[in-house]
């Protein structure tokens, strides 16, 4: 890119980092620095405040850099993330939004202990909750690194390495110093400066194509060097049945995976009461099913403007076609069209990324210090001294996010959010749903149905060719690929179900049918609610 592309967006950064950081010194200066303020941000937020925030959380680097990649170098089968990312909601809001804001106090391991014995199942689903944060916090970490490089005309790989850095550093700021308020109104302002962005994209892709989304379809076809079947399915997930599996496997690990989320669940308690939860919900699913439907018209504007080999020369997986296309639909690389609408994108998508690991960092610290450290310390472990270990948390977090993420480099983001779902839905989404709706359901049981879904899900992903085995993987030098598809959800899902059921099953602890009745008020009605 040019000096004034790098000014321009370097100013635009500058500018949104600073606000944000007076933003999180403003809260930091004006909250009491309880816990409940920490990770709930005092329950103060409006439904339409949180519908944002949730919106912001969830409208990640892989959403916007990723789906649009996958779209313009695949066609229809980059669709399936748009269409599962936003089917997973429904879910969420039919099944999960209000029973856990009325059964929770600050994360997923409140719900499930509230009829269990609290010490083994908060640290199966602390665990759990870090292992699915910090897969995707590494998906923002890598969006980071491919937006600086294409913003420095990809000059070599020290550029990448210390945006990963700055971004870790910057996120442990925020989640130290402002806690879930300044975390929510970051996700507010980055919610907005998103859509705009979009919608303003969107409609010059459009206009280019004189409104004739048909013809821009053919356009992004023609230019594919696929023909028609880049519009059919099968393009990426077709042929033979290792395909096919992968692509039934990534689209439960999509559609299921959004409940199981730390970040997106965290967010309910930030709302005074469940039917506040049901209605941000609601914003949410409005402004983020309107997102997707932009994502997909800039998707095939890239095939169609670009040029499938032009994104893939800029980035392998696609993560640049959006900045990509901003700079066409400008005027050009030379043109200062072209450079004020490539620095505004490249700046909103740096916001994005910042924004996102932020939420993540907190749901994640949270589950440290409220979930391990404090069933681990109960009687030792002071409110104030949770909140420390919160922060500590943040640290450690980063780093490790910091470290994957510059091993990621080089995989879609939306691919690596995928993952994260998979472990999400495989974990996490068994022991919240039978502990909501099992009557029998027992310790041993929600322990079982963590552990067997997470483990199953990460060795699976080790031994899939996303780690080994081809020249895309992690470690292409090395082959220890015994897993054929790329994403677990497939056989981790159904293992986290089973092994819940079979530990209840098999466990000689009876259930206990009066705390089961007390959840079931409290879930339904609110009644005794935080």
Not at 89 to 102: I, M, P, Q, T
Not at 370 to 391: C, F, G, N, Q, T
Not at 417 to 424: E, K, Q, S, T
Not at 481 to 492: D, K
């Amino acid at each position: 890119m040019t000096d004034n592309h790098q000014t321009l967006a370097l100013l635009l950064f500058s500018a949104f980092v600073a606000v944000t950081l007076g933003i999180t010194t403003w809260v930091s200066r004006n909250r009491q620095g309880s816990v409940e303020e920490f990770y709930a941000g005092g329950r103060l937020f409006t439904p339409v405040e949180n519908g944002f925030a949730i919106a912001g959380d969830y409208m990640s680097a892989a959403s916007f850099l990723g789906i649009s990649g996958l779209i313009a170098l695949h066609g229809y089968d980059g669709m399936l993330y748009s269409v599962g990312f936003l089917v997973g909601w429904l879910v969420v809001l039919f099944l999960v939004a209000e029973l856990v804001r009325n059964c929770g106090r600050f994360t997923l391991a409140d719900v499930v202990a509230a009829r269990m014995r609290e010490r083994p199942v908060r640290i199966a689903a602390g665990t759990s909750s870090v292992t699915v944060s910090v897969l995707y916090l590494v998906a923002q970490m890598v969006g980071a690194g491919s937006l600086v490089a294409l913003l420095l005309g990809g000059t070599g790989e020290a550029a990448q390495a210390w945006t990963v850095v700055g971004v870790g550093a910057l996120m442990v700021i925020y989640v130290s110093l402002g806690g879930m308020r300044a975390t929510t109104w970051i996700q507010i302002v980055k919610a907005v400066l998103l859509l705009s962005g979009t919608v303003a994209l969107t409609v010059l892709v459009l206009v280019r194509f004189r409104g004739d989304f048909d013809q821009l379809l053919l356009t992004a076809a023609e230019r594919s060097g696929h023909g028609e079947s880049f519009l059919a399915p099968g393009l990426k997930y077709g042929g033979d049945w290792t395909a096919r599996f992968d692509f039934i496997s990534l689209g439960l690990a999509l559609v299921l995976g959004t409940a199981g989320l730390p970040h997106i669940l965290s967010r309910f308690y930030t709302v005074p009461t469940a039917r506040a939860a049901r209605r941000s919900v609601v914003w949410a699913i409005g402004l983020i099913g309107g997102f997707y439907l932009m994502t997909i018209v800039l998707g095939f504007g890239a095939a169609a403007i670009v040029g499938p080999d032009a994104v893939r020369g800029s980035n392998a997986a696609g993560n640049t076609a959006v900045p990509l296309l901003a700079l066409d639909l400008g005027g050009g690389a030379d043109s200062t069209g072209g450079t004020v609408l490539f620095a505004i994108v490249a700046a909103v998508a740096f916001a994005t990324i910042l924004a996102v690991v932020a939420g993540i960092t907190l749901a994640s610290s949270a589950s440290v210090a409220h979930d391990l450290y404090a069933s681990l310390r109960r009687r030792h472990a002071k409110p104030r001294s949770e909140v420390a270990v919160a922060r500590a948390a943040a640290g450690g977090i980063g780093v490790v996010a910091i470290v994957l993420g510059l091993l990621a480099r080089d995989l879609n983001v939306a691919f690596l959010v995928g993952l994260a779902f998979a472990v999400a839905a495989s974990a996490n989404l068994p022991v919240l749903l039978y502990s909501l709706f099992w009557r029998g359901f027992t310790t041993r049981g929600a322990v079982w149905a963590v552990y067997g879904g997470l483990i199953p899900a990460v060795v699976l992903v080790v031994l899939s060719p996303v780690v080994s085995g081809s020249p895309e993987s992690l470690f292409p030098g090395v082959d220890f690929q015994y897993f054929p598809l790329q994403n677990p959800g497939l056989v981790s899902i159904p293992l986290g179900f089973v092994a819940g059921w079979l530990g209840t099953v098999t466990s000689a602890e009876e259930p206990d049918d009066a705390k089961h009745a007390e959840t079931e008020v409290r879930s339904l009605t609110g009644a005794g609610a935080v």
